[in-house]
């Protein structure tokens, strides 16, 4: 038999494990790190990205539900969808900005971006929440932290 041929085989204390619950677990921390930064200024366009730092948190929020989902039960993930179509429909009627347009120089109308506070203050109240709920789900069903009880019912264990 050549060596191409030959078959290894391993006990289950050889083999190497793979837990995808460790990468979830980074990939939530770094988003959540990356929201907390630009929760500093919500307002400020980010050109890194091409979008204000608003809509980042809103879509980073968005890709953390979608980590979750697949934990949640039925009415859970009714109830979070709902939140975050309302803060879709609210940012579609109440954009935190919006456009004036200045009389201006021999150029012609200018066109000046105008912050809408109410609107923005509504919008950063309706991101904190749905953040809180989004955190609520993960400790309900632990994903990344153990109950006392039985820790090893986390998705990500020691």
């Known amino acids: 038999m050549s060596e191409e041929n ?5 006990s289950p204390s050889e083999k190497a494990s793979y837990n995808q619950a460790n990468l979830y677990q980074l ?6 790190s990356r929201i907390n930064r630009l929760s ?5 366009f980010n050109e890194e990205i091409g979008a204000y730092n608003f809509e980042i948190i809103y879509r980073d929020l968005g890709s953390i539900l979608s980590t979750i989902s697949s934990k949640l039960n039925s009415k859970e993930s009714e109830n979070i969808s709902k939140k975050k179509k309302a803060i879709k429909d609210f940012l579609i009627s109440n954009p935190p900005f919006k456009f004036k347009h200045n009389a ?16 923005f203050v509504e919008l950063e109240d309706k991101l904190f929440s749905f953040r809180l709920s989004i955190e ?11 109950s006392k009880e ?9």
């Open 6 to 10: 030959k078959t290894i085989s391993l």
């Open 27 to 32: 990939r939530t921390h770094e988003i959540f």
């Open 40 to 44: 500093t200024n919500p307002k400020v």
């Open 104 to 119: 201006s120089n021999y150029s012609g109308m200018k066109k000046k971006l105008q912050l809408n506070y109410k609107n």
């Open 136 to 146: 609520k789900l993960m400790d309900i069903h632990e994903f990344g932290n153990p």
């Open 150 to 158: 039985d820790p090893t019912s986390s998705v990500v264990t020691n």
